[in-house]
């Protein structure tokens, strides 16, 4: 192509389109501290340290009592080694010959060495207890948000903020990472600061106010730019889940093909800098904010030090205080300044820990509460009848429910078939079939029993579902197979449900057979064909033995030989279960006993094949359509 034509061709070509703005409404669309006071800002890190202390306990209790330990030490070796200073410098400031004077301070001198070493074992102490208890609570909080997520219910997933509420439960998950340290700095120098005030406020009362005035504006800007972090992170958080999202998908290896065939990566790549500089401009916007509150609080803490520095030499000039206690009130003065800014340095971190914990705490209550809560009883094998009256259900936020008035009556040995278009309500059917849904109107009955009124695990573990969408686990291919749950110590069971989808010749040519980990991307990992996932997934659901068994188009990407073969084994092992077969390939439910044709929700048609196949329906229509290639 000639210059001239290319540059044509990029007039022509309209630019790519910018990632759509990210927006939702509800209770979560609302920055929790767009109203919130300064006072009331300030009042969480107490309980943010209470939390953190009680995390702590339940993870490690003599790491904490160590923690403790090491902070009372702390505080009590600043108070020996500032009391200590003083009395050294008496006699270092006296009349005298130099050697008398070293000899009359060497006792105090080496009690603040001794003071200072044990300041400093301490301090040793404290990082080793934050080294027992970080790794497991981030692993305790992190375990704690993954089964939140599994356990809740499932209508939870529709919901408009479920999956921005989870990324910033997963930025508190983070946050562990430091919260201890950042308590456990933040509590000794509150200690250090109370003991170094203390003995000052014994040397002069009015040095102790004036310092306080020195930090306090610094620790209002600490507090007042955490705020405005969070707004940012808060603002961000849609746009980084889905940034995140995206970046998964487009550089995963299983999508690589798609991505380069299709030309996709110009578009991926400048869609990923546009919703970076998105959040960037956010970022950038806020810089303003945080450099006026930095300036005035710099401003304001420097007027105040300037004013303890003067006075501390005013009281020194007039002889109001003796040389050797302004000597130690120096000392004195540099160690509470500093552990005063070690408050603040640590309370605004506590502060912005407490902000993401809040989220992640929120989100964890929250999915506690969605968890399934339904009746005592419990499913007794084998299930003999699923029964549906009047059945609705519609999605969060829909307009129409997804299905609507189904009543359907299952028996134990019969094979259903639902066949409907795309958006017909076939797969929510089979959701409310297992108990995944609840519906909102109506009921779903199996032996007689509602699901709302039975404890959903034992419902689910009579249950064998392979989903249209399923997942390729990066285990090995025995626990594929199994979830992770073997029946016995010995593989007959494995290599019987391997065998019921046709897979043994493709597992035995793996290089470790049954214990081949299936993910390329993993060093020593291997991969399989689309189809042959399929029929790991049909197996799986196969080994479960389960009362209820569905397959949701459980052959899209099988050649005819293993189609064959799933289907002739869905009628073989028919007889001591419940199996229901989603499919658009309408010849396959020729399996089927009954026959239900879903449109918008409602059963339109039912009966067996041969009847549906000569009337005048949206079956034969369908299987028409399907023969006329």
């Known amino acids: 192509m000639t210059p001239t034509a290319r540059n044509d061709q990029q007039k022509t070509t309209p630019p790519p389109p910018p990632p759509a703005e990210i927006t939702y409404s509800g209770q979560y669309a609302v920055n929790p501290l767009a109203e919130v006071s300064f006072r009331r800002m300030c009042a969480r890190i107490p309980a943010v340290l209470g939390r953190i202390a009680r995390l702590s306990w339940r993870i490690d209790r003599r790491a904490v009592q160590l923690l403790a330990g090491c902070q009372l030490v702390t505080g009590a070796s600043t108070a020996v080694l500032l009391t200590a200073t003083a009395r050294a410098m008496e006699p270092v400031l006296a009349s005298g010959t130099a050697g008398d004077r070293l000899r009359g301070a060497l006792p105090a001198l080496l009690v603040v060495a001794l003071a200072a070493a044990t300041a400093r074992t301490a301090g040793a102490a404290a990082a080793y207890a ?13 375990s704690a948000l993954v089964e939140a997520v599994c356990r809740v219910e499932a209508v939870a997933y529709a919901e408009d903020g479920f999956s921005d509420r989870r990324e910033a439960a997963e930025m508190g998950v983070m946050r562990t990472h430091v919260m201890v340290t950042d308590a456990q700095r933040f509590v000794s120098a509150v200690i250090r600061m109370l003991t170094a005030g203390g003995v000052l406020s014994v040397l002069n009362p009015l040095m102790l106010p004036l310092l306080l005035l020195a930090v306090l504006p610094a620790g209002v800007g600490a507090v007042l730019s955490a705020r405005v972090d969070y707004e940012i992170h808060y603002g961000n958080i849609a746009d980084r889940n889905v940034r995140g999202m995206m970046r998964w998908w ?46 005035l609080s710099a401003l304001a803490g420097g007027v105040f030090l300037m004013a303890t520095w003067g006075a501390l030499a005013w009281l020194a000039v007039s002889g109001r205080i003796d040389l050797a206690v302004a000597a130690t009130a120096v000392i004195a003065v540099q160690t509470t300044l500093a552990a005063l800014s070690q408050v603040v340095v640590n309370g605004a971190a506590v502060f912005h820990t407490s902000l993401y914990l809040g989220d992640m705490q929120t989100f964890l209550d929250d999915a506690t509460a969605r968890a399934p809560r339904r009746g005592p009883h419990r499913l007794t094998a084998p299930v003999d009848e699923i029964r549906l009256r009047e059945v609705v259900y519609q999605y969060p936020g829909k307009d129409r429910p997804a299905v609507d008035g189904v009543s359907l009556t299952l028996r134990r040995g019969q094979i259903l078939a639902i066949v409907g278009a795309n958006g017909s309500g076939k797969s929510t059917l089979t959701r409310l079939l297992t108990g995944i849904y609840l519906p909102d109107k109506g009921s779903v009955a199996w032996n007689g029993t509602e699901l709302a009124d039975m404890d959903p695990t034992t419902v689910w573990t009579h249950t064998g579902l392979v989903p249209q969408i399923f997942a390729q686990w990066p285990l090995r291919v025995r626990e594929n197979v199994t979830l992770g749950q073997p029946r016995t110590h010995d593989d007959a069971p494995v ?130 359509l399907s023969q006329d290639r």
């Open 250 to 295: 487009a550089t995963e290896s299983k999508y690589s093909d798609e991505v380069r065939a299709n030309s996709m990566t110009d578009y991926l790549v400048h869609w990923y800098r546009a919703l970076s500089d998105r959040c960037d401009r956010r970022t950038l916007a806020a810089a303003p904010r945080t450099l006026r509150i930095s300036l």
């Open 495 to 624: 290599w019987q449900a391997v065998d019921a989808v046709g897979l043994r010749d493709a597992v035995e040519d793996l290089p470790a057979g049954l214990d081949t980990l299936l993910a390329r991307d993993i060093f020593g990992g291997t991969e399989l064909s689309g189809g042959q996932w399929q029929r790991i997934a049909c197996s799986r659901a196969l080994y479960r033995r389960p009362g209820l068994l569905i397959l949701d188009e459980p052959t899209s990407q099988m050649d005819p030989r293993g189609e064959h073969q799933i289907f002739e084994r869905i009628k073989a092992i028919a007889a001591d279960r419940i199996t229901i077969v989603v499919t658009h390939c309408l010849e396959n439910t020729r399996i089927a006993d009954h026959i239900v044709v879903l449109e918008h929700g409602r059963i339109t048609e039912q009966g067996p094949y041969d009847a549906l196949a000569h009337a005048s329906g949206t079956f034969a229509e369908l299987l028409a």
């Open 130 to 142: 934050e080294r027992r208890i970080t790794p497991r609570l981030t692993t305790e909080t992190d």
